[in-house]
């Protein structure tokens, strides 16, 4: 079975700043892995997936997330936020057999102040 | 092109009274979720559709959730009677075609509150 650990629930940062959400996961076959995020009322929105080659990966929204095997990890990163980032943030893993099943992280809620 | 459709948005009902809700995905979709997101967690999956087949049902709590996806479009979530413990939102998410890690498009949800 897999799972996702988000080991911060809130993550508060200056407009402009720098911001990383940090994810790891579990697994013992190779996975898929996926960052989501949600703004408030609404439904998830995919914002990168890495699937294979190069474990860097740049979604939408100016975000990036690298594939770390060694340390099981999928960390996001953003080089400058802005105050319309403000929402909560899911990892989510899927083995690469079982492609339809998405196992979610608990969320990270990121609070970009002016 | 239109996103997923999830209605009703909110929904407030007593405890063991039954409640529905509905969900038209994105046009082609053939794969069709439903989620459950509780206060302060990640989505959980109930039951995933390929077309109008339930292939995956292993964490739909059978004894008072139902699902059907009739001519494998839309679907309708059941639960009856509610309890307190169903107060979470209800996200209904779609995928072109199974196992192909495509993405998955998720609606904005039903937000059920049981009193």
């Known amino acids: 079975a897999q799972s996702v650990t988000q080991l911060d629930s809130q993550v508060p940062v200056f407009e402009e700043a720098p911001v990383e959400l940090r994810c790891n996961y579990s697994?013992?076959?190779?996975?898929?892995l996926f960052w989501y995020v949600q703004y408030p009322n609404q439904g998830l929105q995919l914002l990168l997936k890495?699937?294979?080659?190069?474990?860097l990966v740049k979604g939408i929204n100016g975000f990036e997330a690298e594939f770390n095997k060694s340390q099981t990890s999928f960390h996001l990163r953003k080089p400058s936020v802005h105050i319309s980032d403000t929402a909560e943030y899911f990892c989510?893993?899927?083995?690469?057999?079982?492609?339809?099943?998405?196992?979610f992280g608990t969320g990270t809620r990121l609070q970009v102040f002016p | 092109e239109a996103g997923v459709v999830q209605s009703p948005r909110y929904k407030i009902i007593e405890k063991k009274q039954p409640v529905a809700f509905w969900c038209n995905p994105i046009?082609?979709?053939?794969?069709l979720y439903w989620y459950r997101q509780n206060l302060g967690q990640g989505p959980e999956l109930l039951i995933r559709y390929e077309n109008e087949e339930a292939v995956d049902d292993s964490q739909l709590p059978k004894d008072r959730f139902s699902a059907e996806r009739l001519k494998g479009v839309d679907s309708t979530l059941k639960i009856q009677p509610a309890e307190l413990g169903d107060s979470a939102v209800y996200l209904c998410a779609s995928s072109l075609d199974p196992g192909r890690s495509d993405t998955q498009y998720f609606g904005p949800g039903t937000r059920l509150t049981v009193l």
């Open positions: 046009s082609g979709h053939n794969t």
């Open positions: 697994s013992s076959v190779s996975v898929y």
């Open positions: 989510a893993v899927s083995a690469v057999y079982n492609t339809d099943k998405l196992i």
């Open positions: 890495y699937l294979s080659g190069s474990t």
